[in-house]
């Protein structure tokens, strides 16, 4: 045709690709250099950042650039451009939420994966994708001292698969629960549809739960009763039991149920010991959210606060929150996975491979089909750091609380709300929530520390959670003396 394009007209392209691999490795070199400095130095930058909504905007071209830009300007513009709007999680002084996880073994298995860039939604689409994940959970549920039958490596049913948030675990659990009690019901009652069944469905929780799960109950179309703790903020068998009897006299059909270990507001942790029993009587799939605190079940010490989880059905920790692998990695176990495998079965041609059955086709595990080489990132950080130093990181950041505790203790302006197990501190001043609202606002506004609130009972706490790898006793006083002082200016201001 006329009007083809010659193909000649493409050789900068060409000639551009033969250059990207060396420009690439001084790109690189570069970009190493500036996150080991910036991690190096975060201390020196403000936690929060003083921008409003649309900063960027006006900092950057209306489009797209049509001739290539120079490395140099894109590295100068992530100081002018990118740096003002960050908040530093990885700050020492950045206390709010929970950790999220990073080291340079991490980082480094991340620049790899991406590297390799496959889609790991089934075995043929990349073997060592899917076959190091299976090993991977396999390692991490020994640290953590999980039942064989949550181990691929038994010989049973159970397995373990790398969800990218404690969310998505949640979710893909009530949606196996589902599928569970749609096909125990079936059997009872072949006449009544699966319409029918969904509407009789119901799940509980502790009103101390994430949010996630009351999502997960609205994702997947079915009631779920939120339960009142006891006056420890612990969901008990006994208040789960009188749930499920009320519901079952009420013709419901109880199927799923969440037992948390380390709340979101205050750490505290469910009697799943007490939780299994009635969930396991009652055909109930109990799941376990330890999204935060599971990471400290690698440390004997603390196992005793996953008592009875041999009853649960499926366990879910984030290893991107306090393990030192970076987000995402969300470490998931199920006894019997089938349950996700049939109900999520779609299975095309073009998806299909001779090896189907032989190892997991992770696709069928969780809710989207594709799926990054995470597993990479838990065997770099494993073996470069080893079970002890793991286990030592853990154990420091939960001295830390402890000695934030201590300060607090010196101080009879401020009281601690909940028992310090992890690296989570709820306290408070002995007044108001309107003057502990003042104070939370006050310490943030100094922009040296960051903390987040929350409410329980309708007492409103700050909450300090000890969140980098980088945090020393040191951090930890800075911080102090900055509560200290905004307590100061806030109690003064209302004498």
Known sequence: MEDEIPYTKFDSIHVFTEMEANQFREFGKEMIDYVANYLENIRERRVLPTVEPGYLRPLIPETAPEKPDNWEDIMKDIERVIMPGVTHWHSPRFHAYYPTANSYPAIVADILSGAIACIGFSWIASPACTELEVVMM????????????????????????????????????????????????????????????????????????????????????????????????????????????????????????????????????????????????????????????????????????????????????????????????????????????????VDPLYLKHEQQGSAPDYRHWQIPLGRRFRSLKLWFVLRLYGIENIQAHVRKQISLAKHFEGLLGSDDRFEVTEEVIMGLVCFRLKASNEINESLLKRINGRGVVHLVPSKIRDVYFLRLAVCSRLTEKSDIEISWKEIKEAANDVLSKNV
């Not at 640290?143 to 010989?155: I, K």
């Not at 125990?184 to 009652?189: A, D, L, W």
């Not at 969930?279 to 799939?285: A, D, E, R, S």
């Not at 990695?329 to 109900?343: E, I």
């Open 138 to 345: 396999d390692w991490l549920g020994k640290m953590l001292g999980l039942p064989d039958e949550f181990l691929a490596c038994s010989g049973g049913k159970g397995g373990g698969v790398i969800q990218g948030t404690a969310s998505e675990a949640t979710l893909v659990a009530l949606l196996g629960a589902k599928a569970r009690a749609i096909d125990r019901i079936k059997k009872e009652h072949p006449d009544w549809s699966d319409a029918e069944i969904v509407g009789k469905l119901v799940g509980y929780t502790s009103s101390q739960s994430h949010s996630s799960v009351e999502r997960a109950g609205l994702l997947g179309g079915v009631k779920l009763r939120s339960l009142q703790p006891d006056g420890t903020n612990r969901l008990s068998g006994e208040v789960l039991e009188k749930a499920i009897q009320d519901d079952l006299d009420a013709g419901l059909i109880p199927f799923y149920a969440v037992s948390t270990l380390g709340t979101t507001s205050s750490c505290t942790f469910d009697k799943l010991d007490e939780m299994g029993p009635v969930c396991n009587n009652n055909n109930v799939w109990l799941h376990v959210d330890a999204a935060y605190a599971g990471s400290a079940f690698i440390c004997p010490e603390y196992r005793y606060l996953m008592k009875g989880i041999q009853r649960a059905d499926s366990f879910n920790f984030n290893p991107h929150k306090w393990m030192l692998v970076n987000f995402d990695c969300s470490a998931m176990w199920l006894k019997d996975p089938s349950w996700l495998v049939n109900a999520f079965n």
